[in-house]
């Protein structure tokens, strides 16, 4: 048995994941607290305030790996954007109607999928991309990645995903690539 195939990955609605919150944090705060993130303890307190606030939306979805003595070792979670999100504003040049156009079934937003240093290349971040979006009824997912994490950049490209603009997510953002995976075309 191979490293990766002890690892397993739980899908979560809202409820599970606001109760597993302990260890959606210790890998968030282990994972962007390295370079070139560098997150601080405050920020880190910041993000898991919204965080509450989002888990509680019926739609929000998430995922967990943990190892087989229950380990966590990546997260992915996100919930399907309403018709008055705030994504599309934060571009640096605008974009068609038709590609900001949201009902809140249309787009699914990936809000942080990250997995700790030591079980990287091993096909975690996959497996819970997979299980974050395996019963997404979105035609397309929307997430924002740091152009200057290679690793992450080339995963996004090899599952699909394309750039359709940049832009700074919230205030005193680096720049990010806006990136769109397409499920399947609206109808």
């Known amino acids: 048995m191979t490293e990766s195939e002890t690892i397993a990955v739980e899908r979560m609605d ?3 994941v606001a109760r597993a919150e302990a260890e959606f944090r210790l890998v968030y705060a282990e994972v962007f607290a390295e370079e070139p993130y560098e997150e601080t303890p ?16 019926a739609p ?14 990546g997260i992915a979670y996100g919930y399907p954007l309403s018709p008055s999100t705030g994504w599309w504003d934060r571009l640096t040049m605008p974009v068609s109607d038709e ?11 990936l809000m942080e999928l990250a997995v700790r240093a030591s079980w990287r290349l091993l096909g975690v971040a996959r497996r819970l991309h ?32 394309r750039k359709v603009g940049e832009a700074h997510p919230w205030e005193g953002a680096a720049l990010h690539d806006v990136m769109v995976l397409e499920l399947r075309t609206g109808g």
């Open 60 to 73: 929000f979805r998430g995922a967990i790996a943990r190892t087989g003595d229950g380990e966590p070792v």
């Open 99 to 109: 590609l900001r156009r949201e009902d809140g079934r249309r787009t699914f937003g």
């Open 42 to 57: 405050e920020s880190i307190d910041a993000s898991f305030r919204g965080f509450r606030s989002r888990v509680r939306e």
């Open 130 to 161: 997979e299980a974050v979006l395996a019963d997404t009824m979105a035609e397309r997912v929307l997430l924002n990645a740091r152009p200057d994490v290679e690793a992450a950049q080339a995963a996004y490209r090899s599952w699909g995903y």
């Open 14 to 16: 809202g409820q599970a």
